[in-house]
Each structure stands twice: as structure tokens, then as C-alpha cells.
Nanobody, 116 residues
Framework: QVQLVESGGGLVQPGGSLRLSCVVS????????VSWYRQPPGKEREWVAT????????TYADSVKGRFTISRNNALSTTYLQMNSLKPEDTAVYYC?????????WGQGTQVTVSS
């Protein structure tokens, strides 16, 4: 059974940076793409970024392009989301997610708050 555990969230000032991590267990991590989603307060969950299983292909939502970088370390079964130039509108619970055996699996989420 796949498990995803996020960490690295917190409170940061506008313009600051954070790096989120997601450790995956229970599956051969290298075979699967991984995505980050976020859910701002009072809004629906939205897709942020994806890194494909081969590791070099990435895609981003327009709202984060140029500021966020998704990456993965297959040896550690971990994916990262480096977030720079953070804005108050980036405040959300961030989730990592994988599509495994026909179903989307989610972590528990990590809170990111951007505020002065």
C-alpha cells in the first residue's frame, strides 16, 4: 500500500522560500510520476506541478511557473517542491499525490502560510 508523507511547511514572509518534501513508501517509486497539489483556504484543491517517472520532465501551473521547482530523488523515494518568491496567495495546504493502480493516492498535507 502506497504511503506519502509531506513535510517542510511553515510560516514565511512574502518573497521568502520554502522547500517541501514528500517521502513515498510501499511502491517502486522510480516507476511513477509524482504531483503536488494545493488547497487554499475556502477553495478547491488545485494542481501545482508534476514530475514524470523518468525524472527529467516537469510541468507547472501558470500561477507558479518560474517560482516553483519540482524534483525527485529516486534513491530516497522522495520528491521536492522548492518554492521561491512566495506570495500571500500561495497560502494553502500542500499535498503530494501519485496515481497508483487506478486510484489517486494522497499524503496528509503540509500547511504553508505566506504572511508578514
Amino acid at each position: 500500500q502506497v504511503q506519502l508523507v509531506e513535510s517542510g511547511g511553515g510560516l514565511v514572509q512574502p518573497g521568502g522560500s520554502l522547500r517541501l518534501s514528500c517521502v513515498v513508501s510501499g511502491i517502486p517509486f522510480v516507476l511513477y510520476g509524482v504531483s503536488w497539489y494545493r488547497q487554499p483556504p475556502g477553495k478547491e484543491r488545485e494542481w501545482v506541478a508534476t514530475v514524470i517517472s523518468a525524472g527529467s520532465g516537469t510541468t507547472y501551473a501558470d500561477s507558479v511557473k518560474g517560482r516553483f521547482t519540482i524534483s525527485r530523488n529516486n534513491a530516497l523515494s522522495t520528491t521536492y517542491l522548492q518554492m521561491n518568491s512566495l506570495k500571500p496567495e500561495d497560502t494553502a495546504v500542500y499535498y503530494c499525490s501519485m496515481f497508483v493502480n487506478g486510484a489517486r493516492a494522497w499524503g496528509q498535507g503540509t500547511q504553508v502560510t505566506v504572511s508578514s
